[in-house]
């Protein structure tokens, strides 16, 4: 935002805004809120024996192995694919861009469920960091790749001038320039891993995620699982402010201004042999395994067919979830993104950073907690899509906000002025100019919303109504009794809805830089 957009903006939100704005803050503190209830409830000599137990630094031992395992594989498959296609003379460069950039139409529990069904030689740590890894490098190849796809190659010249070679190049010049990106995909990577739930307990590795799940879900040990949410929000509030951080600085400076000029592209010579096959093979074991192996359960798997007549109501299951849900998520968020871009102060602080506090926590943790105040407070709706919808706004809300801002910030804060100054409250003012100019951010947060609803796993399977299924808690609880071609429907329908998305992104990326 300019500086001039800045300074109109106004000091304090309106009671209006306020007041819809505390709705989605109240569902964010919740899960907080319910980790310090229940730790005070346990007393201190049950945090103590908690914490000092061999299971749980067991479970502590694990869980940061595989995150930090996760994080710096993708780290460095990311940041060699995107210099790869980026900087680079690879053969078919733009087919390239899209296969990277393909392993995230396969939700990571169906890409589990895939290598599991394979042999389980897969399943445990190995396993897990091999196969999450393939999943999630995307998250760093795509920021890393729009950072090198606009940089200023003054700076490498410079480097070059010097008589530096391509590497001291690129370590001096190029990746300090794409740091921010790095480390924003790196910690993305990062708060998956501490909340991932459906892969782990497909592929067997115990951590806090399936610990929690375990304690509440088949032992009925609520303040266990309490005390293990609170460690494990230990280790995700710093990775999801640390993101927060990074996202609000991610720059792409250029010392220049004017057109852009093209990037020389290094040859890569006697490599490029083995630089094809890498990348045949990355794409073949990201994707080729997970999509052939969901073909061959499909073609061949003796549980066949078992779980067809399911398929409809899984599919009217996560159409009647995720639609509602999509707009309940972006219209929680609306009141949020307008407070962060039309206001200044202590409020609109909070409000711009408030989601990214808990953005990164599990599933299985926002969905104990919205469960222990729904049993005690409101009990009416336990068991009730209304409990789903909050849990999903507690998910989501960083996604949605971050699409509708985008939007805002391009809307002039002029025109509100102008209808305000005509009579028209604050209220009328941005339903009658600022919310048309804003329906496309809208439209995209509402896409955005409903793809991620779709594939969301962890809070459907603990708060859906009885009854309800939806094709990701489908594919999870077959998978889970090993029934894999019963699986397989539903979680081809799941690529083939997340494939759509990720092309048409990819292809409209390449289309932009050539424009």
């Known amino acids: 935002m300019t500086l001039a957009a800045a300074a109109r903006r106004d000091p304090l939100p309106p009671a209006w805004l306020l007041l819809a704005g505390a709705i989605p803050c109240g569902l964010i503190a919740l899960p907080m809120v319910y980790v310090a209830v229940r730790a005070w409830g346990v007393g201190a000599s049950g945090v103590a024996e908690e914490l000092f137990r061999a299971r749980t630094w067991e479970l502590l031992v694990n869980t940061v192995t595989l995150a930090t395992s996760v994080t710096l594989a993708s780290a460095v498959i990311g940041v060699a694919t995107a210099w790869c296609v980026e900087r680079c003379d690879l053969p078919g460069r733009r087919v390239w861009r899209i296969l990277a950039a393909l392993p995230l139409a396969v939700p990571a529990f169906v890409a589990s469920f895939a290598w599991a069904s394979i042999d389980v030689a897969f399943q445990g740590m190995a396993g897990a960091v091999l196969i999450l890894s393939l999943s999630h490098?995307?998250?760093?190849?795509?920021?890393?790749?729009?950072?090198?796809?606009?940089?200023?190659?003054?700076?490498?010249?410079?480097?070059?001038?010097?008589?530096?070679?391509?590497?001291?190049?690129?370590?001096?010049?190029?990746?300090?320039?794409?740091?921010?990106?790095?480390g924003a995909g790196a910690l993305l990577v990062l708060a998956h891993m501490l909340a991932e739930f459906g892969a782990l307990a497909l592929l067997r590795v115990q951590t806090f995620t399936t610990a929690i799940y375990a304690s509440y879900e088949l032992q009925f040990d609520s303040g266990s699982a309490a005390l293990q949410s609170a460690i494990l929000m230990a280790l995700c509030l710093p990775v999801a402010l640390g993101e927060m951080r990074l996202r609000q600085n991610l720059r792409f400076a250029r010392s220049?201004?004017?057109?852009?000029?093209?990037?020389?592209?290094?040859?890569?010579?006697?490599?490029?042999?083995?630089?094809?096959?890498?990348?045949?093979?990355?794409?073949?074991?990201?994707?080729?395994?997970?999509?052939?192996?969901?073909?061959?359960?499909?073609?061949?798997?003796?549980?066949?067919?078992?779980?067809?007549?399911?398929?409809?109501?899984?599919?009217?299951?996560?159409?009647?979830?995720?639609?509602?849900?999509?707009?309940?998520?972006?219209?929680?968020?609306?009141?949020?993104?307008?407070a962060s871009t039309r206001h200044r102060g202590a409020l609109a602080k909070i409000a711009d950073r408030l989601p990214y506090v808990v953005h990164g926590l599990p599933g299985l943790v926002v969905a104990l907690a919205l469960t222990f105040f729904a049993i005690r407070f409101a009990p009416a709706v336990y068991q009730t899509v209304a409990l789903l919808f909050a849990a999903y706004a507690v998910l989501f809300l960083p996604l949605a906000q971050s699409a509708l801002r985008a939007s805002l910030e391009l809307a002039p804060p002029g025109l509100e002025e102008v209808a305000r100054s005509l009579g028209k409250g604050p209220l009328a003012a941005f339903a009658s100019v600022t919310l048309p100019n804003v329906l496309p951010g809208l439209g995209a947060a509402l896409a955005l919303m409903t793809l991620e609803l779709v594939r969301e796993l962890t809070a459907t399977l603990l708060l859906a109504p009885i009854g309800v299924t939806t094709l990701a808690t489908e594919v999870w609880s077959r998978a889970n009794d090993g029934q894999y071609a019963a699986a397989a429907p539903f979680a081809a329908l799941l690529v083939a809805l997340s494939a759509v998305p990720v092309y048409v992104f990819t292809r409209r990326s390449l289309e932009l830089d050539d424009f």
């Open 256 to 338: 220049g201004r004017g057109g852009r000029r093209d990037q020389r592209l290094a040859p890569l010579g006697r490599a490029r042999p083995a630089v094809l096959l890498g990348f045949s093979a990355l794409t073949a074991l990201s994707t080729g395994v997970p999509v052939g192996m969901l073909v061959y359960w499909l073609v061949v798997g003796r549980s066949g067919g078992r779980g067809l007549a399911d398929l409809g109501a899984a599919i009217e299951g996560s159409l009647s979830l995720a639609l509602p849900g999509a707009v309940v998520v972006t219209l929680l968020a609306l009141p949020l993104a307008l």
């Open 137 to 182: 490098y995307p998250l760093v190849h795509l920021p890393v790749s729009a950072a090198l796809r606009g940089m200023d190659p003054a700076y490498e010249d410079v480097s070059r001038s010097l008589g530096r070679g391509p590497w001291r190049t690129f370590t001096g010049a190029v990746l300090p320039q794409a740091w921010p990106a790095l």
